[in-house]
């Protein structure tokens, strides 16, 4: 690419003490060299460190987060046991460790008296009571507000072009959540009277007819 915009690719200059750039003390080496040393293998290094932080890593933590779901009788299996504690170790500061296992067995008994399904992190959120189970509570809202690796949380974003131009730019935050919650949850219906029984409940400058 340099050659086709007639570029001569150059070096930085080595000296004997750097510490703001590489500063490789190759022998003989060239351009080329120089600049896999100092660019493409760092970038590399980074690209991998990044993709195991996020996916092998996290891999652990999820596994933890699995056995809150799972609707398999009681007594507990010893690995669903160990998978929980370790998510109790790991979010210790905000969950207590003494009553975490106990709420864990209640929560395990209400999934199978009630032969409840979970599918979602917020269809457990809503379930789950915040004053017979705050330690469960508190891991499940947790677990959503994890990063994902899918793209449906991407959708508000690519929604937001759509709906904030430069026509709607002096919306509010409220509206501009509701109008991307739309976008987003196609598949909730509205009807024509919430929408007025909405709007009737604020005061407005012109008589709204009913």
């Known amino acids: 690419m340099a050659d086709d915009v007639g570029i001569e690719l150059l070096e930085k200059r080595i ?9 490789p003390n190759l022998q003989n080496h060239s351009t080329e060299q120089y600049y896999r040393v100092t660019v493409f293998l760092p970038y590399i290094d980074y690209f991998i460190s ?28 010893i690995n669903d046991r160990e998978q929980f504690n370790k998510l109790v170790n790991i979010y210790s500061p905000v969950v207590d460790k003494f009553n975490s296992i106990a709420e864990f067995n209640m929560w395990k008994t209400k999934l199978i008296t009630d032969n409840i399904i979970l599918s979602s992190g917020l269809q457990a959120l809503e379930i789950c009571d915040k004053e017979f ?9 947790i ?3 994890l990063p994902v690796s899918t793209t449906t949380p991407e959708r508000s974003f690519s929604n937001l072009k759509r709906i904030k131009t430069y026509l709607r730019n002096s919306m509010n935050e409220t509206r ?5 919650l739309l976008a987003c949850h196609i598949e909730t219906k509205i009807t024509p009277d919430e929408v007025i029984d909405e709007l009737s409940l604020k005061n407005r400058r ?3 007819v009913l």
Do not use: V, W
């Open 133 to 141: 189970y705050p330690n469960i509570y508190m891991l499940i809202k």
């Open 206 to 208: 012109l008589e709204f």
């Open 15 to 23: 000296s004997s003490k750097q510490t703001h750039r590489a500063n």
């Open 176 to 180: 501009l959540n509701g109008l991307a």
């Open 50 to 77: 990044q993709l195991t932080e996020r996916f092998i890593n996290h891999k652990s933590i999820f596994e933890g987060f699995d056995c809150i779901f799972k609707t398999q009788p009681l007594p507990l299996e």
């Open 143 to 145: 677990f959503c507000t």
